[in-house]
C-alpha cells in the first residue's frame, strides 16, 4: 500500500466518523489530513525523482565502463 493509498484510507475513516465539519477539533484533523496527503505527494514525486536520476546514472556508468574497457584490449 502507498503513502497516498493509507492517507486516502485514514481520510475515509475520517470521514466515516460524520464529525461535525463546524468544529474546531475537526477543522484541525482535516488540515493536518490534507498536510499529510500533500507530504505523502512529495514524497511519491521525489521517489519518482530519484528513480528516473537513478536509470539515467545506471545508463551514464554503463557507457563509461565499455568506453573505458575498450582500453585495455589488446
Known sequence: MTNLERVA??????EGLELDTDK???KV???MLTLLE?????????E???ED???????EL???F???SHRFLF
Not at 500533500?38 to 521525489?46: E, G, K, P, R, V
Not at 536520476?53 to 545508463?59: G, N
Open 9 to 14: 484510507y485514514i481520510r475515509g475513516l475520517a
Open 53 to 59: 536520476m537513478a536509470d539515467q546514472l545506471d545508463v
Open 38 to 46: 500533500d507530504m505523502a505527494l512529495s514524497i511519491s514525486d521525489l
Open 62 to 64: 554503463h557507457i563509461r
Open 24 to 26: 474546531k477539533e475537526v
Open 48 to 50: 519518482e525523482a530519484y
Open 29 to 31: 484533523l482535516d488540515a
Open 66 to 68: 565499455k568506453k573505458s
